[in-house]
């Protein structure tokens, strides 16, 4: 977990032109990860995340080399109807929370974003008003950090030791389903 005070910084093995970075990237590409297709497990974990743990928005993304594309969302249109981050279900890589997690490969809890300069003057604070965030890390069977699994809330909020490790199980389990069935 990641405290308020903490800067963060970025592994430099996740550099783009990085072996490890490239190696992530193979992996994305062999698991069909990048095609635009919907996966019903994804679609399940995000819901039941959102639902078990009462958040508002809920996404399960993928960080390519430019972009954390969603694989599944809920509850999106809470930030407005027909937004951008709706209907585009992407975001700019430097801009994703989602950066950090697969950076990292740990979970990173933001109870306000507002109060954490890391955060506080990025595009889905300033632009959507998230104020609160939990993501971890979307792992493929060969260790791959590939993505997040992360909910979201449009005010404060403190996450559990409970809340972390139900998305940390609701992530192993649907990446676990998506690698079976593929």
């Known amino acids: ?8 910084s970025c592994r430099l093995d996740h550099e783009p032109g990085s072996e490890p970075e490239q190696q992530r990237l193979q992996a994305l590409l062999e698991l069909g990860l990048l095609e635009p297709e919907s996966f019903p497990v994804f679609e399940e974990a995000t819901q039941t995340a959102a639902h078990c743990l009462d958040a508002p928005i809920c996404i399960l993304g993928v960080l390519d080399r430019d972009r954390h594309l969603f694989k599944s969302a809920v509850g999106l249109s809470r930030i407005g109807l027909m937004n951008s981050l709706a209907t585009s279900r992407q975001l700019p890589r430097l801009e994703s929370f989602c950066t950090h997690v697969v950076d990292s490969r740990q979970v990173l809890a933001i109870p306000d974003t507002l109060a954490n300069p890391a955060f506080a003057d990025s595009l889905l604070v300033q632009s959507y008003g998230i104020r609160s965030y939990l993501g971890v890390p979307l792992f ?17 909020r403190t996450f559990t030791t409970k809340d972390i490790e139900l998305l940390q199980l609701t992530a192993r389990w649907s990446m676990s389903e998506f690698e079976r069935d593929r």
């Open 1 to 8: 977990m990641l405290s308020p005070d903490i800067r963060l």
């Open 140 to 156: 493929t069977s060969m260790g791959y950090c590939v993505g997040t699994l992360a909910i979201m809330e449009l005010g404060p």
